[in-house]
């Protein structure tokens, strides 16, 4: 069975640093990108990033580039997403997502999310 | 940026009716596009990619389809557990970005 379990959401003051973890089981980790989607309060769903099953390859939207970083411990089976310089406005739920495999598309799991709340 | 536009942001419909939900790109996304719903209080679930093939354990009352820029989403006949969010989603161009949503709910 497919799991995706985020940890390390909390409150952090405006300008402070944050990071995710994503660990991942019940598929071969390495094959997969992964992504993080967040969703603030009573909102829609934003992709913020991406990286590939490899983590040779990554990609940021542009409200979090240069601020997030992603990345990946294959052997642990684990994703990072390092937040820094956070703006009330990054508060959200993040998710990570599974990417579906080749030809299907979109994300095919969901972690439950984790909570970031930016305020002083 | 692929701008995706959901239409209406709610939709009313009773038990056993037909919901048709609609999804528009900015521009043709070469049948890259997915459906999800949402249910307060839980994580995104993968409806259908590709335009119109249903993920794993999706019912049969839910069709995708749809072709350059123009995709909709079909529940045949409502259930009481389909009453939720839908988002679509484009994957053909990064970023990857999301309508805003299309509530269903019951009328």
């Known amino acids: 069975e497919v799991q995706l379990l985020e940890s390390g959401g909390d409150l952090v003051q405006p300008g402070g640093s944050l990071r995710l973890s994503c660990a991942a089981s019940?598929?071969?980790?390495?094959?997969?990108?992964i992504g993080w989607v967040r969703q603030a309060p009573g909102k829609g769903l934003e992709w913020v990033s991406f990286?590939?099953?490899?983590?040779?390859?990554?990609d940021y939207s542009d409200s979090v580039k240069g601020r997030f970083i992603i990345s990946r411990d294959n052997s642990k089976h684990t994703l990072y997403l390092t937040m820094n310089s956070l703006k009330p406005e990054d508060t959200a739920v993040y998710y990570c997502?599974?990417?579906?495999?080749?030809?299907?598309?979109?994300?095919?799991?969901w972690g439950q999310g984790a909570q970031v709340t930016v305020s002083s | 940026e692929t701008v995706m536009t959901q239409s209406p942001a709610t939709l009313s419909v009773s038990p056993g009716d037909r919901a048709t939900l609609s999804c528009r790109a900015s521009?043709?996304?070469?049948?890259?596009l997915a459906w999800y719903q949402q249910k307060p209080g839980q994580s995104p679930r993968l409806l259908i990619s590709?335009?119109?093939t249903r993920a794993t354990g999706v019912p049969a009352r839910f069709s995708g389809s749809g072709s350059g820029t123009e995709f909709t989403l079909t529940i045949s006949s409502l259930q009481s557990e389909d009453f939720a969010v839908y988002y679509c989603?484009?994957?053909?161009?990064?970023?990857?970005?999301f309508g805003g949503g299309t509530k269903v709910e019951i009328k």
């Open positions: 990286i590939s099953g490899s983590g040779s390859s990554t």
């Open positions: 997502a599974k990417d579906a495999p080749a030809g299907v598309g979109g994300f095919d799991y």
């Open positions: 521009r043709p996304i070469n049948n890259y």
């Open positions: 019940g598929f071969t980790f390495d094959n997969y990108g």
């Open positions: 989603q484009q994957y053909s161009n990064w970023p990857l970005t």
């Open positions: 590709g335009v119109s």
